[in-house]
């Protein structure tokens, strides 16, 4: 299983980024893929779900009506659209799939929101 993100930056208060993750080694378009983020000393938490068929199935409250997770089986890439990012929203963000053989994390993407 390899999961790669992309898409992370820094940027000011109320502007947007997208993550993307891609995926590879596992049937990507059976399973649920999330996005979950780390602050630094704080707890990973998850952010978003998204089942197999595209239907989000989870979204974090802080984040709600400004982050939008969609996904395209075909190219086997799931992504995070942010809006209206927050001071708050500064995190390293890794995408994460969990499937039989265990639960599989990408390397991070790290997103610092400025004032």
């Known amino acids: 299983v390899q999961l790669v993100e992309s898409g992370g930056g820094s940027v000011h208060v109320d502007e947007s980024l997208r993550l993307t993750c891609a995926a590879s080694?596992?049937?990507?378009?059976?399973?649920?893929m999330m996005w979950y983020r780390q602050a630094p000393g704080k707890e990973r938490q998850l952010v978003t779900s998204i089942t197999r068929y595209g239907d989000v199935t989870y979204v974090l409250e802080s984040v709600k009506g400004r982050f939008t997770a969609s996904r395209d089986n075909a190219k086997k890439t799931v992504t995070l659209q942010m809006d209206n990012l927050r001071v708050e929203d500064t995190a390293v963000y890794y995408c994460?799939?969990?499937?039989?053989?265990?639960?599989?994390w990408g390397q991070g993407t790290q997103v610092t929101v400025s004032p």
């Open positions: 994460s799939t969990n499937i039989p053989s265990g639960q599989y």
């Open positions: 080694e596992f049937a990507f378009d059976r399973f649920t």
